[in-house]
């Protein structure tokens, strides 16, 4: 069964620091989407980067990069210079064959001034 | 406003009543999904339209629950004899479809919190 794992329930970095968040994924399937959202205190879900199964090159988003280690099964979000405004939870997901999405549990983020 | 759009966004009711919530999807976006969140979790998958074909729907779609998408554009989720256990954040998503970023990339509505009594 594909699942998410986020081992991380919340982390504290202070401001202009860069964090990695960790997420690992376990799946069968070999064409698969790894996805990273972020979600306020206001509740809106904010799509951040996607990565393709078979995408060869880590994607980039700005700050965003995700660190893909296909091998290890692994889709860290890296986040560079963080802002108070990037406090929030961030959540891992997958997307398999299928289409059907799966989240993790979830990483809180708490940027310090 | 041209992105998802839910109604209404909170619900109150008493155990055994139904409910129904409508999601609006960005227009030209094919695939429409639903899922819950409680509190300090992550949203779990209930179900996803392709156009008006409902492809797959979770274990945790209970035959209380019912979801449409009759003209494949808006779709309905229907919640009947309403239980405690009801009570969550739920969260329409639409995207494009197709294997490339653009394609996979969903995005969320403000969500209908429900409260069941």
């Known amino acids: 069964a594909q699942k998410i794992t986020q081992t991380q329930p919340g982390m504290f970095v202070q401001e202009k620091e860069a964090v990695t968040l960790d997420c690992t994924y376990d799946t069968s399937d070999q064409s698969y989407g790894l996805f990273w959202y972020k979600q306020p205190s206001s509740g809106e879900m904010i799509f951040l980067i996607y990565q393709g199964s078979y995408d060869e090159q880590n994607a980039t988003e700005g700050r965003y990069s995700l660190n893909f280690q296909k091998a290890r099964k692994s889709a860290n979000l890296v986040i560079s210079a963080s802002q108070l405004g990037d406090s929030a939870m961030y959540f891992c997901?997958?997307?398999?064959?299928?289409?059907?999405?799966?989240f993790g549990s979830g990483t809180r983020l708490s940027i310090r001034p | 406003d041209t992105g998802v759009s839910q109604d209404p966004r909170h619900k109150i009711t008493k155990r055994g009543q139904n409910v129904t919530f409508r999601c609006d999807p960005i227009s030209e976006h094919n695939r429409l999904y639903w899922y819950r969140q409680t509190l300090g979790q992550g949203p779990e998958f209930l179900t996803y339209f392709q156009n008006e074909a409902q492809l797959e729907k979770s274990r945790l779609l209970s035959d209380r629950f019912s979801a449409e998408r009759p003209k494949g554009s808006f779709s309905t989720l229907e919640i009947q004899r309403t239980e405690q256990g009801d009570s969550a954040m739920y969260l329409c998503?639409?995207?494009?479809?197709?294997?490339?970023?653009?394609?996979?990339?969903?995005?969320f509505g403000p969500g209908t919190r429900l409260t069941v009594l």
């Open positions: 998503a639409s995207s494009l479809g197709g294997e490339n970023r653009g394609g996979n990339e969903q995005f």
């Open positions: 997901a997958m997307r398999d064959r299928a289409s059907k999405i799966i």
